[in-house]
């Protein structure tokens, strides 16, 4: 069983920050890339940024220097820093972690919400 608990969500006004956290839990793979996506309404889930369990992270192009992500050393812990907020940034934020062993696992989070409004 693996568990993702995310927090950190809420509201806040254009040009504000906001840090999302995620822990996961469980039998997981040492190797792994914990990442977070976003749900706007209407919208298909993107990704927004990933960090592998060695600290190699990627972004989207459209929060490339907004956004930060990072994770301690050895822990299935992953944080978001979103700095520069924009309202087309407000949608529901899932956390994931994934690892290849055999097959491809897959886990998700429930999600956080982050809205963005004046």
């Known amino acids: 069983q693996v568990q993702l608990v995310e927090s950190g969500g809420g509201s806040v006004q254009p040009g504000g920050s906001l840090t999302l956290s995620c822990a996961a839990s469980?039998?997981?793979?040492?190797?792994?890339?914990m990442g977070w996506y976003r749900e706007a309404p209407g919208k298909q889930r993107e990704w927004v940024a990933s960090?592998?369990?060695?600290?190699?992270?990627n972004y989207a192009d459209f929060v490339k220097g907004r956004f930060t992500i990072s994770r301690d050393s050895g822990e299935n812990t992953a944080v978001l820093e979103m700095s520069n907020l924009r309202p087309e940034d407000t949608a529901l934020y899932y956390c994931?972690?994934?690892?290849?062993?055999?097959?491809?696992?897959?886990?998700w989070g429930q999600g956080t919400q982050v809205t963005v409004s004046s």
């Open positions: 960090v592998t369990s060695i600290g190699s992270a």
């Open positions: 469980g039998n997981i793979f040492s190797t792994n890339t």
């Open positions: 994931n972690i994934e690892w290849h062993s055999f097959r491809e696992h897959v886990h």
